[in-house]
Structure formats: structure tokens, C-alpha cells
């Protein structure tokens, strides 16, 4: 088991190799993206967060449209954990994610 001190280690570790980006409204962190690039191979979006008094206002998407305005020539993909928001968006499910426990 994990502690708390534990898991923020290993998600600033995680941070460190990924590629990140923030939208900030009048001062306010209203959305990131946190994505990995598998070099040639896709690039994988890990979390998509919008702060929930600035979410229906296009965030999440003006950030997904970030990630693939950085990489025109790569595949993005989205492991998502929250379908109906991605389907909202009409993007294409391609495939599926398996936890090994």
C-alpha cells in the first residue's frame, strides 16, 4: 500500500516526463492537460481536468486542440476513465484499456 507522501513522489516524477499545459483565466487555473509522447508511436493524454465552475465552456477541448496543434503528425489518444465526455466531443473510441491487478 501507498502512502499519500508516496504518490505525490511519483506523480511529480510522472510530471517531470510529461508534457503539460495549463489554461489560466483572470488569474484563475482553470484546465490542464497532462500527455505522454511515445515517440512515433502516439501521443497518450492522461488527464484532462477542468475545474468544475468553468466546465461547458469549451476548456477541456481548447486544450485537447492544444496537444494536437503541438503534434499535427502524431496520433493523440485519450485514456479516459469518463467516455460520455469524450463521445460528447464525437471523438472515435479505438480500442480499450485493461488493468492487470
Do not use: W
Not at 504518490?7 to 483572470?26: G, H, N, W
Not at 465552475?53 to 494536437?68: D, F, H, I, S
Not at 476513465?81 to 466531443?89: A, F, R, S, T, W
Amino acid at each position: 500500500m501507498c502512502s499519500d507522501d508516496d504518490r505525490f513522489t511519483r506523480y511529480k516524477e510522472a510530471l517531470d516526463q510529461s508534457i503539460s499545459y495549463v489554461l489560466i483565466q483572470d488569474e484563475s487555473l482553470c484546465g490542464y492537460i497532462r500527455c505522454h509522447n511515445d515517440y512515433g508511436n502516439g501521443v497518450y493524454v492522461y488527464d484532462l481536468l477542468v475545474d468544475q465552475k468553468y466546465r461547458g465552456q469549451g476548456y477541456g477541448n481548447l486544450l485537447m486542440t492544444k496537444v494536437k496543434a503541438e503534434f499535427p503528425k502524431t496520433e493523440i489518444y485519450v485514456l479516459s476513465g469518463v467516455d460520455k465526455y469524450y463521445e460528447k466531443l464525437k471523438l472515435k473510441k479505438a480500442g480499450s484499456i485493461f488493468e492487470i491487478k
